[in-house]
Every structure is written in structure tokens, then in C-alpha cells.
């Protein structure tokens, strides 16, 4: 008896590693779609991502609505010649899933590279079996704390040359 709850509590603990996997690809598919939505200013897909209580947390503490976000969202990437994200970090606890990346941003301004660096973390809720973006909150990064390079997960060149 005693083998036979053993093994059951090891199937029981590999059904819900492999739960946990198939939420993390989710999420970080999620994460891609959500990045990409933003430099292409895709407003409904990102609407589709986005829950319908969302709000976003600038890095001045400013609270912006969803309606007000997805205006700013279809031209938010406008200016900016080079972006990734990086260090992902996606954590899962229930139906609430944490999300944190670090962005490299360059912009052009008066004809010089304008280089920063942000950390987003974004706050997904599970409903209906489907996962909503409910918070989005973003902050500068101090060069101290820069994600390395080797941790990026995807990027977006879109300087002279780059391709």
C-alpha cells in the first residue's frame, strides 16, 4: 500500500510539473506577444492580451486607465531605433502570474543614441482557463543593475546597418 501511494504521489507531482510548464510557455508566449504588440503598436492584439480592468503603473507613479493606455499604446514605439527584452523571470502562484523582463531602449534624439534601460513587471490574473494582463508596471534600471546581453530573449534593430 505504502508503494502504491509513493508512486502515486510521484505521478501526482509529475502531472503538476508538467502543469507548471505548459502555464510557463503560455506566459512567456504571452510576454513575446505582448513585447511584440508594442513595437509594432498592434493595439487589438494588445487588447486581446490585456484584461479589461487593466492599468499601468508609470515609473513616476502616474496610473493610466486601459482606454487611455491603448491610445498611447499605437504609438508608443514611434522614436525608438532598437529595443529587447531580457532577463525574463516568470513566476506562478495559482492564478496570479508574475512577470519580469528588463528592456534596452535607443533612441534617436538630436541626432545622438539615446540609451535606457527599464524593468517592467507585468501582473496576469487566470480567468475562464485564459491568462489577462491585469497590471503593468514599469521603472528605470541604474547601470549597475543592467541585465547582461547574454540574457537577452529577443530584439529589435531597426538602426542603419543592423540588419
Not at 513585447?35 to 493595439?43: A, E, L, M, S
Not at 487593466?54 to 529595443?83: C, E, M, P, Q
Amino acid at each position: 500500500m505504502k508503494k502504491i501511494f509513493n508512486v502515486s504521489m510521484m505521478t501526482l507531482g509529475l502531472l503538476r510539473a508538467e502543469a507548471q510548464q505548459t502555464e510557463l510557455d503560455v506566459l512567456k508566449k504571452l510576454n513575446a506577444a505582448f513585447i511584440h504588440n508594442f513595437v509594432t503598436n498592434d493595439t487589438a492584439s494588445h487588447s486581446r492580451i490585456i484584461h479589461r480592468d487593466f492599468i499601468h503603473v508609470s515609473s513616476t507613479g502616474k496610473y493610466t486607465a486601459r482606454k487611455d493606455y491603448l491610445a498611447n499604446w499605437a504609438h508608443g514605439f514611434n522614436g525608438i531605433v532598437y529595443w529587447d527584452y531580457r532577463d525574463e523571470d516568470i513566476r506562478i502562484f495559482g492564478n496570479t502570474a508574475l512577470i519580469h523582463s528588463q528592456n534596452k531602449c535607443i533612441e534617436i534624439k538630436e541626432g545622438k543614441e539615446m540609451i535606457s534601460f527599464w524593468m517592467y513587471t507585468d501582473t496576469y490574473i487566470k480567468e475562464n482557463g485564459e491568462w489577462k494582463c491585469i497590471q503593468a508596471q514599469i521603472a528605470k534600471v541604474a547601470p549597475e543593475n543592467y541585465a547582461a546581453d547574454e540574457t537577452i530573449v529577443k530584439k529589435y534593430d531597426y538602426r542603419p546597418g543592423s540588419n
